[in-house]
């Protein structure tokens, strides 16, 4: 049972993505059928399977299809049925399904929803057979379907100059890192001489992987937007918000988690790998919360929000000691994605009903709505990591992993465990200012939302979402990702007290206007929304010298090499030209006489020889 599941939870979104293609024109509602039916049984398939490998207790590799041989090397192309993909796989399943119903209401008018939601399907399908998969090879094929399609999801508003700007940085960057993945998945494969997971992980047991491992941290980072790559990410917001949820909360950006926790064994006996993991997730995970609390868009706020909480599931990884495993990363993986989901649905309902997504349009827009305010205020709550809420969980997990590594006497550990405590407080910090913001009693307008149409789906999933984020620490009571570190009761004192304090702080700067950030932030803000001149940055170090080498390469090739080329063109053309006229003047009797002339001073000039 297990198995049929773990292939029909790849199977089902891939064909409905086929199926909306072939809709997606000319017929919309069928589309949209096909949307909504496959999300739901990709859904299903993810529960079968969950409570078909807890049921069993097995865990199984899934054939596909005949594997491959190149040579000495071996393509199995498995998938797997065990228990932590399986409870990923149910939680992209859900985030899916609830993006799949709020996008058909939210693009209702949009005259591409269909390719939309046939994107969507691929995508999911592409995040699902990372997941799945127990083959590097089928996990590079998923990676780059991700790829592909956020590029199509971002630039989905394409007549709007600025979605194809933020649609192709993404392309560029998430491209540019990629190079590194490719490259540590040949390594990796080549040293087993098979692209299957078990094969990799028993032919390094106990020795570094060091260039393998390195260059696919660079692909992770880049994919999941870490500094130095983490620009493309906050401009994304271009794209419509089912498209930021799906890429922010459980796909995406949060694959490359999954991948580093599958190879898990061996990272954690490479400390050059492990190190770079540290300290880029260390300076994004505080380096965004700084620049979420100055935002003056709230969407862009939950963007710069998702940085910081990817790095805080990697740090997990690269300070865990080695008989804990990845768990602790993968469960707050699970965690966020149900409060993000929440709140990038949550932004995107309440955007419609107040006209925008702005902070000065938002302001009040909260008040009157009986769904969305409730469903904020958990989301917010999760995120800021109050207990408690999953995100809480989670969180604890993660900062348990990094003491017990210092413990362990990583001084990588020391870092990450500042940086999450730091992040921690932050985090707190722009969450108070976002509801501060969005429950202003000053700007309340109950009038607004009587323009709300959010049909009775919509709703649905905006409250199972925030269900999930109530309850959902609750999966650490299951064996379903086999947590073997625990978080101390002094760890979770001083979180609270960090949150309690920073949000009280936050409360008390407001005083009488309700968003805190001018009194802080003040003239700045155009810094903060620009990412602290990150573009400009990229343009003086990147763009500017690869231009000045390319045109350099041109002129080179043009006035150079290629000049020779044509020089000799010119003289055998001239050449050829004075030939010919000197052939067209002359008559056969003189050509033939200066031909015999040639012949006798050859005869002449070998008899002086001789």
């Not at 199984?60 to 005949?66: G, N, S, Y």
């Not at 690869?546 to 045109?551: C, E, G, M, P, S």
């Given at each position: ?5 773990a ?20 017929q ?49 192309l ?8 399986a409870l990923v796989?149910?939680?992209?399943g ?29 995508f ?24 592909w ?18 649609a ?19 390594l ?19 020795q570094?992987?060091t260039w ?9 980072m ?15 917001m ?23 926790a ?10 050059a ?15 965004a ?10 969407k862009?706020?939950?963007a ?6 990817v ?11 080695a ?32 006209g ?12 009157g709505?009986?769904l969305?305010r ?27 992993a990094?003491?017990?590594?210092a ?9 990450v ?7 921690v407080?932050l985090?707190?910090?722009y ?18 939302h ?8 919509v709703r ?24 073997r ?8 004192v ?50 500017r ?9 041109v ?9 020779y ?14 030939g010919n006229?000197?052939?067209a ?9 200066w ?16």
């Open positions: 049972m297990s198995a049929l599941a292939r029909l939870v790849v199977l089902v979104p891939a064909v409905a993505a086929l199926l909306g293609l072939l809709l997606a024109r000319r919309v509602r069928q589309a949209r059928n096909v949307a909504l039916a496959g999300s739901g049984l990709m859904l299903v398939a993810a529960v079968l399977e969950l409570v078909a490998v807890h049921t069993s207790g097995a865990e199984l590799q899934v054939h596909t299809v005949p594997g491959l041989d190149a040579g000495e090397l071996r393509i199995p498995l998938l797997q049925a065990t228990a932590a993909p796989a149910t939680v992209v859900t985030v899916g399904w609830a993006v799949q119903v709020f996008a058909a209401w939210y693009l209702r008018s949009d005259d591409r929803y269909g390719v939309f939601a046939a994107t969507v399907s691929l999911c399908a592409g995040m699902l057979l990372v997941v799945q998969s127990a083959d590097l090879v089928l996990t590079l094929v998923g990676w780059e379907v991700m790829g399609c956020s590029y199509l999801l971002i630039g989905h508003w394409s007549r709007r100059e600025s979605a194809r700007r933020a192709f940085k993404a392309f560029l960057v998430t491209r540019f890192a990629d190079v590194g993945f490719v490259l540590g998945v040949v990796l494969a080549a040293h087993a001489s098979s692209s299957a997971y078990a094969a990799v992980l028993s032919s390094y047991a106990g570094p992987a393998p491992m390195l260059l696919l941290v660079v692909g992770v880049g994919k999941s937007g870490m500094v130095p790559f983490h620009d493309w990410l906050p401009d994304a271009e794209g419509p918000t089912p498209a930021s949820a799906l890429i922010h909360a459980a796909t995406m950006v949060a694959a490359g988690t999954f991948v580093l599958q190879l898990f064994d061996v990272l954690a006996a490479d400390g790998a492990r190190w770079l993991l540290a300290l880029t997730t260390s300076v994004t995970m505080v380096w919360a700084v620049l979420a609390f100055g935002q003056s868009d709230l862009r706020l939950l710069y929000s998702t940085l910081s909480q790095a805080l599931m990697l740090s997990a990884l690269a300070v865990a000691p008989d804990e495993g990845p768990a602790a990363g993968t469960l707050h993986l699970y965690s966020h994605a149900f409060f993000k989901a929440l709140l990038f649905l949550a932004i995107g309902w309440l955007s419609v009903t107040v925008g997504t702005a902070a000065a349009t938002m302001r009040g827009g909260l008040r709505h009986l969305i409730p469903a904020m205020f958990v989301g917010l709550l999760a995120l800021a990591g109050v207990p408690p809420l999953t995100g809480f969980v989670s969180k604890e997990y993660v900062l348990a990094a003491e017990a590594g413990g362990d006497g990583q001084a990588r550990a020391w870092v465990l500042l940086a999450g405590l730091l992040t407080a985090t707190a910090a969450c108070m200012r976002a509801w501060l913001v969005l429950d202003d009693v000053g700007a309340a307008d109950v009038s607004r009587d323009r709300d149409s959010a049909t009775v789906g649905a999933v905006v409250v199972v979402l925030a269900v999930l984020a109530v309850v959902g620490g609750l999966v650490v009571l299951t064996p379903a990702l086999r947590l570190g625990h978080p101390s009761w002094w760890m979770a001083v979180s609270v007290l960090l949150v309690v304090g920073a949000a009280v702080g936050v409360r008390r700067l407001a005083r009488t206007q309700a968003d805190p950030a001018p009194r802080l932030v003040g003239t700045r803000t155009a810094l903060f929304d620009n990412g602290f001149g990150a573009d400009r940055l990229y343009v003086a170090a990147v763009a010298p690869v231009l000045a080498l390319a045109r350099l390469v002129v080179l090739d043009r006035d150079v090499v290629d000049a080329v044509r020089g000799a063109a010119l003289t055998a053309s001239l050449s050829g030209r004075v006229r000197a052939h003047r002359e008559r056969a009797a003189s050509g033939l006489a031909v015999v002339a040639g012949v006798v001073a050859l005869v002449l000039l070998g008899v002086a020889v001789w």
